[in-house]
């Protein structure tokens, strides 16, 4: 028997009189200012305010090792790109992601996540793509599933090979694609360990063309399709992602008015990444007016990663989101809600407060959003519930 339960005392963001939340069998199923009480467990949310659990919709949460030491070389003056063209950056976390199993890879990440959970992350994607080889793509996968063992939250799982080219595989980007981005997409979708595909189109990746395979295999195993895309140059994949009706584009800094007017139509997502924004140092902003003025729904994610942005903290997210890009606090909050379940095909499932949603929310100590998102370093979470029961508080 699933216990029915009434949150009284709920102070929705949008909302000036207090409401109430029933939950029953994980669900959300009605909200209201007066339910009926009778038979249910009361919990008494003492007017704090009340919001959807996060959804960090783009992360790489599980990696080995540790690339500190090319933060210092770039306070020193060197470049991202120069860094990793001389065998840094992504390269650099696969052979120590390599050298890892599975435990390893977990005890590494645990207190990532932690950090997030703590924060009121209740559904998070984690991406392969330091393994580079497909024994160590599905290691990787398989140690984000033992993270969802571990610890109450939902997970996504995004299938990254085609992240940068393995040295094995050097002057042939084809090849890479062919032996081992496709061939290992095919056994980790019959080992049950992947919900997405993704890229990342770039100069010192992958083209659009050479991903087009990839995407076009994803789609022949009816799985969706997303693309890091357009973040250090204009590298035109999102045209190629909306082609293939991908459910998001991420990064977008350099996109033109064309690619706002091609996700626009193919209903995508545009994942805005601030954390590598910031700790690269760029200065191209995303098109965040115009993305506003078509009506294409902005998300904003952390993009954990041992690189370019090692950063745990939806929070701190949103603030960069505000203050670097100048989106409001309610486009802020709809970024790591409703707008990052959307981008990963979750829409119906968490990321709103709503009749028929999982009960996933997150309460805090706070009056309005806007103490959450124009606060710097501080917590003021109270508990998160997931699935209708208290996981943190
Ligand atoms: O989203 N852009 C590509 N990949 C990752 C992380 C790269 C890295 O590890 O340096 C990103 O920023
Ligand atoms: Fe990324």
Known sequence: MTTRRIWINARLACEARLQQIETEGGKITAIGPDLSQAG?????????????????????????????????????????????????????????????????????????????????????????????????EL??????????????????????????????YAGDKAGYIREVAIAGLEAAQAEGLVDAVDGFCEGIAFSAEELEPLFARAGELGLPVKLHTEQLTRSGGTLMAARHGALSVDHFEYATEED?????????????????????????KPPVAALRAAGVPMALATDCNPGTSPLTSLLMTMNMGAVLWGMTVAECLDAVTTHGARALGLGDVTGRLAPGLSADFTVWDAERPAQLVGRIGLNPMHMRVFEGAVTHG
Not at 46 to 67: A, I, Q, W
Not at 140 to 162: D, G, N, S, V
Not at 264 to 281: D, F, Q, R
């Open 40 to 136: 249910a467990e009361v919990v008494d949310l003492g007017g704090r305010l009340v919001l959807p659990s996060f959804v960090d919709c783009h992360t790489h949460l599980v990696f080995g090792g540790d690339r500190t030491g090319e933060f210092e070389m770039r306070l020193e003056g060197a470049d991202y790109q120069d860094i990793a063209r001389a065998g840094g950056g992504i390269k650099a976390s696969m052979r120590f992601t390599r050298e890892r199993d599975v435990d390893q890879l977990v005890a590494e990440a645990l207190p990532r996540l932690d950090a997030l959970l703590a924060e009121g992350t209740s559904t998070i994607e984690i991406k392969s793509g330091y393994g580079l080889d497909i024994e160590s």
């Open 260 to 284: 706002v007017a091609a996700i626009a139509a193919s209903g995508t997502v545009a994942v805005l990444l601030p954390g590598a924004y910031y700790t690269l140092n760029e200065v191209q």
């Open 139 to 168: 290691k990787m996968l398989r140690a984000a599933k033992r993270l969802a063992e571990l610890r109450p939250f939902r997970l996504r799982t995004t299938w990254l090979a085609a992240h940068a080219l393995p040295p094995e």
